[in-house]
């Protein structure tokens, strides 16, 4: 399984971005996906996930009312939208493939992207 994460970039506080995921390799529909970043210094910590379908989905309090995670199996994609952005999301985002569901720890994950960076300005 390969994820290729894009979508990152600069934005102003209040403004929104989309990240997207692609994935290939192996059925996309088998995997639950999730969404974890990393602001410097700290440690990864989850953000979205979600199951084998649209109906699944679960939020870090922190980004719940803002966040939007979202699947598109006939593209094996995963997007992020996010809104309403913040200067404390300002990190790497990291999609990642779990075989066995939704899952909440990074460690639970089996593949990983190579992370896009979102940076929101005050």
């Given at each position: 399984v390969q994820l290729q994460?894009?979508?990152g970039g600069l934005v102003q506080a209040g403004g929104s971005l989309r990240l997207?995921?692609?994935?290939?390799?192996?059925?996309?529909s088998n995997y639950a996906?999730?969404?974890f970043r990393q602001a410097p210094g700290?440690?990864?910590?989850f953000v979205a996930?979600?199951?084998?379908?649209?109906?699944?989905?679960y939020y870090a309090d922190s980004v719940k009312g803002r966040f939007t995670i979202s699947r598109d199996n006939a593209k094996n994609t995963v997007?992020?939208?996010m809104n309403s952005l913040k200067p404390e999301d300002t990190a790497v985002y990291y999609c990642a493939?779990?075989?066995?569901?939704?899952?909440?720890?990074?460690?639970?994950y089996d593949y990983w992207g190579q992370g896009t960076l979102v940076t929101v300005s005050s």
């Open positions: 994460a894009s979508g997207s995921c692609a994935h290939s390799g192996r059925t996309f996906m999730g969404w700290k440690e990864r910590e996930a979600i199951g084998w379908s649209d109906s699944l989905t997007l992020l939208q493939a779990a075989i066995r569901g939704v899952r909440f720890g990074a460690s639970d």
